[in-house]
């Protein structure tokens, strides 16, 4: 996933500020041009991380009910007058108590 994320950053000009995750679920703190919209950048995370993971890890789609990665919906927000950076990325950093320790290793990465 952390190659997947940082081949679409580089692509599309989409920043993963921070990657949390818990059991079942995601969450993405990404910055990128205000020219692009929020249903275009989830659009694009999802198809691509999906299509590649897949590609390098084919037992994953076996696995999954469906064999879809992602679901078809998703909540975003916007940072600005009502959403302070900060306040999300520790949000997001929270998530997923017992994986929060292999993750942070693995996204070291990122920065």
């Not at 993963?16 to 969450?27: A, K, L, P, R």
């Not at 989830?42 to 990665?69: D, M, Y």
């Not at 959403?83 to 929060?100: A, C, D, M, T």
Request: net charge positive.
């Amino acid at each position: 996933m952390k190659e997947v994320c940082v081949g679409i950053g580089q692509r599309y000009e989409i920043q993963f500020v921070e990657v949390g995750t818990d059991e079942d679920h995601v969450h993405f703190l990404i910055q990128s041009v205000p020219v692009m919209s929020v249903t275009r950048i989830v659009t694009i995370v999802k198809s691509i991380t999906a299509r590649e993971l897949f590609r390098l890890h084919p037992e994953i789609k076996r696995k999954l009910w469906g064999g879809n990665l992602w679901t078809s919906g998703y909540y975003a927000s916007t940072v600005g007058a009502y959403g302070n950076e900060k306040v999300i990325q520790e949000y997001v950093q929270s998530q997923g108590g017992k994986y929060k320790q292999i993750m942070r290793q693995q996204l070291s990465l990122f920065e």
